[in-house]
């Protein structure tokens, strides 16, 4: 009987044996120690370079969104289908058949079909075949980009770098040729005198010269009168 207690009393011996070996924890392995110190130096290069990065984005923020704007506008000049898009400070850039640079603006532009842009306040700018500037501009417009012709309506107003100002109600014109005209009566000033012509004006021989459709009343200024 004494033999039981022993064999009995031996159990919870093992048990506690068992459990501290379970506890005993392994060493790292060399692969595992590697890894967790390039994650520690990855971390040491990564958060610096985030933290850079975010304070240079931070600052660049307002450029980033001017550029993207304009990439987006670019965008909608490039995809032929896309219509009902209103560009607000809208610039239109081309090159006339003598290789000249023109500007075209306008406060707004809605693309209404493939090649066509109604324009809000258009300004423009052209050099004409005989080396004259004229700045030309109106209330509302239409610009027809493949074409570069810029069709102009209520209060436009054409000006020459020789003075000449020239009012009426509506004008088309050919950017890409240096060419203006309209059929609407048409008042002019500049170092000749006045001229009031109601059948509109054209320029001829590629801006030569100006011809007006009458019937004109025609006011010479003291200079040009001797």
Do not use: C
């Not at 207690?5 to 506690?16: K, V």
């Amino acid at each position: 009987m004494s033999g039981t207690p022993l064999a009995a009393s031996a159990r919870p011996a093992e048990r506690l044996v068992g459990i501290a070996t379970s506890r005993v924890r392994r060493p790292p392995s060399p692969g595992r120690i590697a890894r967790r110190r390039f994650m520690i130096l990855l971390a040491k290069l990564a958060l610096p370079a985030l933290a850079l990065a975010l304070l240079t984005t931070m600052a660049m923020w307002p450029e980033l969104k001017r550029r993207a704007a304009d990439v987006r506008w670019n965008l909608h000049e490039m995809i032929p289908d896309v219509a009902g898009d209103t560009v607000i400070g809208a610039r239109f850039h081309g090159i006339d058949e003598h290789g000249r640079p023109y500007t075209v603006t306008a406060t707004e532009a809605t693309q209404v079909g493939p090649d066509r842009f109604n324009l809000t306040t258009p300004k423009g700018d052209v050099t004409l075949q005989n080396g004259t500037w004229l700045m030309l501009q109106s209330k509302d417009g239409v610009y027809r980009k493949q074409e570069d012709e810029l069709d102009l309506s209520h209060a436009v107003t054409l000006y020459r770098d020789d003075g000449t100002t020239m009012l009426t109600e509506s004008a088309a014109i050919d950017m890409k040729n240096g060419a203006a005209a309209s059929a609407q009566p048409v008042h002019a000033e500049g170092p000749f005198g006045v001229l009031d012509a109601k059948g509109g004006f054209t320029f001829t021989d590629k801006g030569e010269e100006v011809l007006f459709a009458g019937p004109a009343h025609l006011i010479l200024n003291g200079a040009n009168a001797q």
